[in-house]
Structures are given as structure tokens and as C-alpha cells.
């Protein structure tokens, strides 16, 4: 997979759904469909609306699609929170599903 090579925007980055503490000043909130990032899901129940995956599905495909995953943390802070690119993730699938076709069409 190619990093995503989108144009930046300028202007605080867009999120779906809760801002974090202390992101007010950096976060913008959007909805699902235009937000640049949005936060994992919920331990155990939650789910990605993106791509239905879980939570540790998305923590495990964070190490090995880079830029997914963005970690905010204060300085000094053991806890923080955990943020998803959506661009990113949106690519990834483009790429797996294109993938796959040209892998069922080699048969």
C-alpha cells in the first residue's frame, strides 16, 4: 500500500464523534462521512463503521498499515487516545478488494 498522498488541508483536522480532552483546539468535529479521523470503537462490543472491524482487529492492523493510527497524548500522561485516519483506512480496503479481484481473476 502507497501513504496517502492527499492534499492537506488547512484548518484544524476533522473528527467524528467525542473530541478528546484537551483536543478542542486541534479537532474540529464533523460527520463520519467527511471526518479525516475518528476514534476506535469501544473494547468488546464496539465495532469500526468503516469497516466493522474490532477494536484489537484495528490495533493489529495498525502495525502493519502505516499512518492509521495516531496516538494523542499530554506530555507526562500514561493514558491518551487513540485515533483512526480514515483516508487511510478507506485505501487500505480499496487496495485489499483490488487485490483480491486481480488474484480471482488470475484463475
Same mark, same amino acid.
Given at each position: 500500500?502507497?501513504p496517502?498522498?492527499?492534499?492537506?488541508?488547512t484548518? @484544524?483536522?476533522?473528527?467524528?464523534?467525542r /473530541? *478528546?480532552?484537551?483536543?478542542?483546539?486541534?479537532?474540529? *468535529?464533523a460527520?463520519?462521512?467527511?471526518?479525516?479521523f475518528?476514534?476506535?470503537?469501544? *473494547? $468488546?462490543?464496539g465495532r469500526? *463503521? /468503516?469497516?466493522?472491524?474490532?477494536?484489537?482487529?484495528? /490495533?493489529?492492523?495498525?502495525?502493519t498499515? @502505516?499512518?492509521l493510527l495516531? $496516538?494523542l497524548?499530554? @506530555?507526562?500522561a500514561? $493514558?491518551?487516545?487513540?485515533?483512526?485516519h480514515? @483516508?487511510?483506512l478507506?485505501?487500505?480496503l $480499496?487496495?485489499m478488494?483490488e487485490?483480491?479481484?486481480k488474484r480471482e481473476?488470475?484463475?
Amino acid at each position: 500500500m502507497t501513504p496517502n498522498t492527499e492534499t492537506h488541508k488547512t484548518g @484544524p483536522a476533522t473528527l467524528a464523534g467525542r /473530541i *478528546p480532552h484537551g483536543g478542542e483546539n486541534v479537532l474540529q *468535529p464533523a460527520p463520519l462521512a467527511d471526518a479525516e479521523f475518528c476514534r476506535l470503537p469501544n *473494547p $468488546r462490543r464496539g465495532r469500526c *463503521p /468503516i469497516s466493522g472491524l474490532s477494536r484489537s482487529a484495528l /490495533i493489529d492492523l495498525g502495525v502493519t498499515v @502505516p499512518g492509521l493510527l495516531v $496516538r494523542l497524548r499530554k @506530555p507526562g500522561a500514561v $493514558r491518551g487516545a487513540v485515533l483512526m485516519h480514515l @483516508p487511510t483506512l478507506r485505501q487500505y480496503l $480499496r487496495d485489499m478488494r483490488e487485490a483480491q479481484l486481480k488474484r480471482e481473476g488470475e484463475q
